[in-house]
T-cell receptor, first 114, second 114 residues
Framework: DARVTQTPRHKVTEMGQEVTMRCQPI?????VFWYRQTMMQGLELLAY????????DSGMPKDRFSAEMPDATLATLKIQPSEPRDSAVYFC????????????FGPGTRLTVL | DQQVKQNSPSLSVQEGRISILNCDYT??????FLWYKKYPAEGPTFLIS?????DKNEDGRFTVFLNKSAKHLSLHIVPSQPGDSAVYFC?????????????FGTGTSLTVIP
């Protein structure tokens, strides 16, 4: 049963600390998306990749967030330094990049910055 | 600026009745629309989609209606079941390719009362 995996599932950290979230997309998928879920904005797109190349990261605060795909099986989202307003659930999703109509979401990382 | 809006944060419906979830969008260039369903502590899962060349798409108990002139779509669930209780997100994109960005609404929490 192919699925997107994310680690950690929960993270509690103190303001100013670095946070790294990891995502393993579904094998064979070539598009990867990072979303943040907040009450006010719903699901905000932070960044997305196609064939490991970043296509759009305009949704990310550039000064503290960075997203990378070191290889086809791993996507990372880093926050440095973290702030309390970063507290949210972060989702990774992957897609096959073809004319299918679905992005497959991981279970999310719940981040709490104290 | 939120291009996809779900103005009802929550909805309660009796089991067996119809649930109607609404979504409005502002960008007339959107031509593909989707609904995702999200249970607590899980990632969103794809539910149903519709292309702008159609005004209705049906899948079992779920039907999505699209009114392009009003920039409005709705999801009908008939009959509603307790297992349908979840948060429903509306999304829009410029095309059916998952390589395109999805714009999500803020979600509507549906509670189906047994």
């Amino acid at each position: 049963d192919a699925r997107v995996t994310q680690t950690p599932r929960h993270k509690v950290t103190e303001m100013g600390q670095e946070v790294t979230m990891r995502c393993q997309p579904i094998l064979g998928h070539n598009t990867v998306f990072w979303y943040r879920q907040t009450m006010m904005q719903g699901l905000e797109l932070l960044a997305y990749f196609r064939n490991r190349a970043p296509l759009d990261d305009s949704g990310m605060p550039k000064d503290r967030f960075s997203a990378e795909m070191p290889d086809a099986t791993l996507a990372t989202l880093k926050i440095q330094p973290s702030e309390p307003r970063d507290s949210a659930v972060y989702f990774c999703a992957s897609g096959s990049g073809t004319n299918t109509d679905t992005q497959y979401f991981g279970p999310g990382t719940r981040l709490t910055v104290l | 600026d939120q291009q996809v809006k779900q103005n009802s944060p929550s909805l309660s419906v009796q089991e067996g009745r119809i649930s109607i979830l609404n979504c409005d969008y502002t960008n007339s260039m959107f031509d593909y629309f989707l609904w995702y369903k999200k249970y607590p502590a899980e990632g969103p899962t794809f539910l149903i989609s519709i292309s702008s060349i159609k005004d209705k798409n049906e899948d079992g108990r779920f039907t999505v209606f699209l009114n392009k002139s009003a920039k409005h779509l709705s999801l009908h669930i008939v009959p509603s079941q307790p297992g349908d209780s979840a948060v429903y997100f509306c999304a829009a994109s410029y095309g059916p390719n998952t390589g395109n960005q999805f714009y999500f609404g803020t979600g509507t929490s549906l509670t189906v009362i047994p």
